[in-house]
């Protein structure tokens, strides 16, 4: 099957910002792996590696991946599409927290609906991060990666009995590892990806961390990180990658029946609110999509939005649409309404 990827290279190539004091400058449009893994669907083999090519086609410069997305599907995917784009500027950032178990079966119940028939184990100690990152750039065939960041240490994911012992082995085991990486210049920057605000604040009191990715906590319809992480980002010069700023899908469908919010049926407050922000979107022209993919730029703490798409067409669209600048009435107006705190950051 051949894919086209010249759409994606129609729009203007999205502007670089440094992140954090790491002396790295990413794309402010990041490409996130987590859907080529086969999240939601099995994917055509090439129109997953199109996709990747497509996003390198047009500037983007930061992509993202996991060891859990398909089990290390998605750095296959990657990697292939790296290798059909020789001498593109990329920073790879991937993720450590699980040890592949290649003849263990899956059975983890991970969600994802396809990807590769290998278990995943946790594992945060010391010895645990240095496999997995060998793993990780064994399946992503390179002999670097730029960023890596410590995995899902959140109650979401362990529950709030268990958190509290996954923080110390991460504290005590991954990150004197990737502290001591970066010292000898093995990796260029480290830090935490989790969906939790408050956990991204615990570890970066706790620890010397070059960025963060925060999921789904920052976004056109909410903002709970304004409060007390993203201050302390600036004070540390933690550079933030930020993903679900689409709330799990709600900020780009609307509230239609249906609607996801936070990985389930959006309830009906949540319906309410995005129909009234949607509202005033179009008393402006523009959609909802395009304004919340440029809400969270106008905090100067973050530096790239990690986006996942599956066909090249989806990252055409979320160029273009951080290439048509949204008018400064809008964002006036939602404040005016009380859709957003009268202090709440917006693009310039």
Not at 196 to 210: H, I, K, Y
Not at 321 to 342: Q, R, S
Request: charged letters at 20%.
């Amino acid at each position: 099957m051949t894919v086209d990827t010249t759409a994606a290279v129609t729009a203007s190539k999205p502007p670089l910002r440094r992140l954090g004091r790491s002396g790295l400058s990413v794309s402010t449009l990041g490409f996130g792996g987590a859907p080529l893994g086969d999240l939601y669907a099995v994917l055509d083999e090439a129109q997953a590696v199109a996709t990747v090519e497509a996003a390198l086609d047009g500037g983007v410069t930061l992509v993202d991946t996991s060891p859990l997305y398909g089990h290390g599907l998605s750095e296959h995917r990657i990697g292939a599409a790296l290798r059909r784009r020789p001498g593109r500027p990329v920073l790879l950032s991937t993720k450590v927290g699980r040890v592949a178990r290649p003849f263990a079966g899956r059975g983890d119940g991970s969600g994802y609906v396809g990807g590769l028939p290998h278990g995943l184990a946790f594992d945060y100690s010391h010895d645990g991060v240095l496999r997995s990152l060998e793993q990780s750039a064994l399946r992503l065939g390179v002999d670097r990666i730029d960023i890596v960041l410590i995995h899902d240490v959140d109650v979401r994911t362990h529950g709030a009995e268990a958190v509290e012992g996954r923080f110390r082995e991460a504290m005590d085991g991954a990150y004197r590892a990737l502290e001591r990486l970066r010292s000898a210049g093995a990796v260029a920057a480290i830090g935490v990806g989790v969906n939790e605000a408050a956990m991204c604040e615990r570890f970066a009191r706790a620890g010397d961390f070059d960025t963060m990715l925060l999921a789904g906590r920052y976004s056109l319809l909410e903002q709970p990180a304004l409060a007390s992480f993203l201050p302390l980002a600036l004070e540390k010069g933690i550079g933030l990658m930020l993903g679900g700023v689409f709330n799990s899908g709600i900020l780009a469908t609307g509230p239609v029946p249906g609607a996801r919010y936070d990985y389930r049926p959006a309830p009906p407050e949540i319906l309410a609110r995005v129909a009234a922000i949607a509202a005033v979107c179009d008393r402006h022209g523009v959609t909802l999509r395009r304004a919340a993919l440029q809400f969270p730029l106008g905090h100067p703490a973050v530096a790239s939005l990690v986006m996942g798409a599956v066909t090249p067409a989806e990252v055409a669209d979320q160029l273009a649409a951080l290439a048509d600048p949204v008018p400064a009435a809008l964002w006036a107006e939602l404040k005016a309404e009380g859709l957003l705190g009268a202090d709440v950051p917006v693009p310039a």
